[in-house]
């Protein structure tokens, strides 16, 4: 957090964050359809309506925004 005024963490990630996704996506019921496919935690929060601890839920990042 000494480093936060250099960053930008606007859309930063809590480890809390990546458990609740990895959760919802262990108990879907289509959890197969998502096999052997690249995915982005934020993205399936927005898909899942989960939110970090804070109450944010962070925008997924495309390589162009990178």
Do not use: C, H, W
Not at 11 to 16: F, I
Not at 44 to 58: C, E, H, R, S, V
């Amino acid at each position: 957090m000494r480093a936060a005024e250099y960053l930008d963490l606007r859309n930063s990630e809590s480890p809390q964050f990546l458990g609740r996704v990895i959760a919802a996506l262990a108990l879907a019921p289509t959890i197969m359809a998502k096999s052997g496919k690249v995915l982005v935690a934020a993205q399936l929060a927005m898909d899942y309506g989960i939110t970090d601890i804070d109450g944010k839920q962070p925008s997924p990042l495309t390589l162009d925004q990178v």
